[in-house]
């Protein structure tokens, strides 16, 4: 069990970059798999990225943002990244990182610890 924290959202113009950080506690972050969710208003909690355990070897992608964000982890600083490049207003929603022990999931219900969510906006 770890607990983490999400931070760098904010308010950026379509076209522009953001970096969030998801930063764990304790001492086996490396046996996490590591997932990026997100939620628009009205609307379900949708997968955007995951990295599995140990060196991150392994990276999945929801299609709609392929090509445009990047996952990936530091396990000495026991945080996992996602850059946001392109940034599009269909973007816009609260990003939430998530934890799940070992593998890799794209359902929100496999994963055991959450953060409390960043809010990104991308204007038009």
């Known amino acids: 069990q770890v607990q983490l924290v999400e931070f760098g959202g904010g308010l950026v113009q379509a076209g522009g970059s953001l970096r969030l950080s998801c930063v764990a506690s304790g001492r086996t972050f490396s046996n996490y798999a590591m997932g990026w969710f997100r939620q628009a208003p009205g609307k379900e909690r949708e997968f955007v990225a995951a990295i599995s355990w140990s060196d991150g070897s392994y990276t999945y992608y929801a299609d709609s943002v392929k090509g445009r964000f990047t996952i990936s982890r530091d396990n000495a600083k026991n945080t996992v990244y996602l850059q946001m490049n392109s940034l599009k207003p269909e973007d816009t929603a609260v990003y939430y990182c998530?934890?799940?022990?070992?593998?890799?999931?794209?359902?929100?219900?496999?994963?055991?610890?959450w953060g409390q969510g960043t809010q990104v906006t991308v204007s038009s």
């Open positions: 998530a934890a799940r022990r070992l593998t890799t999931s794209r359902d929100y219900y496999d994963y055991d610890d």
